[in-house]
């Protein structure tokens, strides 16, 4: 029995071995990948990235998430990347309806504060999400978003999809290995725009 902790995105992998094993596609492509809408109407892609375009996908999954009053999931390594990026999010927190931010917190007792009470802050520390970057928000034909894994040396393999199937795998894994309750099924979750 091997002793060996499987990675978060290799069982999520596991799950649907079709995926795994199609090819990586570029998404630092300009040309075909320059908005949201061109990696939703991809539907699934395979990429390796530096954190600089993880960083601009983020942003375009944060921006439709606030225009659309939908909820958000993100996952941060370590406490320092999301204080990078805490007043933006601040701002978010009171543009969407629900939030859950998760991250490397080294003490839970002293994990950053949000300004509105819809939004769950939960320490990943010591879990095999604690080098995932994840990003999620709900349009009208469900959930999309980014499920990357930081291999170190700013490189970050993983992928994007709108299939609801693997983005809700994803999230009973955060559920299971965090023990909470993230839940994008609500119907209370209105999507104002598409």
Request: charged residues 30%; glycine residues 0%; aromatic residues 14%.
């Given at each position: 029995?091997?002793?060996?902790?499987?990675?978060?995105?290799?069982?999520?992998?596991?799950?649907?071995?079709?995926?795994?094993?199609?090819?990586?596609?570029?998404?630092?492509?300009?040309?075909?990948?320059?908005?949201?809408?061109?990696?939703?109407?991809?539907?699934?892609?395979?990429?390796?990235?530096?954190?600089?375009?993880?960083?601009?996908?983020?942003?375009?999954?944060?921006?439709?998430?606030?225009?659309?009053?939908?909820?958000?999931?993100?996952?941060f390594e370590t406490e320092s990347l999301y204080k990078y990026v805490e007043d933006r999010y601040v701002e978010i927190l009171k543009n969407i309806p629900k939030a859950w931010i998760v991250g490397g917190f080294d003490n839970p007792f002293f994990a950053p504060r949000t300004p509105v009470d819809t939004a769950e802050l939960l320490t990943c520390a010591g879990t095999t999400l604690q080098n995932m970057w994840i990003v999620i928000t709900k349009g009208p034909d469900g959930p999309f978003g980014l499920v990357a894994e930081d291999l170190g040396g700013d490189r970050f393999r993983g992928f994007f999809t709108t299939h609801s199937k693997i983005l809700f795998k994803v999230i009973d894994k955060i559920n299971g290995t965090m023990m909470t309750d993230i839940d994008f099924k609500k119907s209370e979750w209105n999507i104002m725009e598409q």
């Open positions: 029995m091997s002793n060996q902790i499987e990675s978060f995105l290799s069982n999520i992998w596991s799950q649907f071995p079709d995926l795994q094993n199609k090819e990586f596609t570029d998404v630092t492509d300009r040309e075909k990948f320059a908005t949201l809408d061109d990696h939703i109407d991809a539907k699934y892609v395979n990429f390796e990235a530096k954190r600089k375009d993880l960083y601009r996908l983020s942003m375009m999954i944060e921006n439709y998430a606030q225009r659309a009053y939908s909820p958000l999931l993100a996952t």
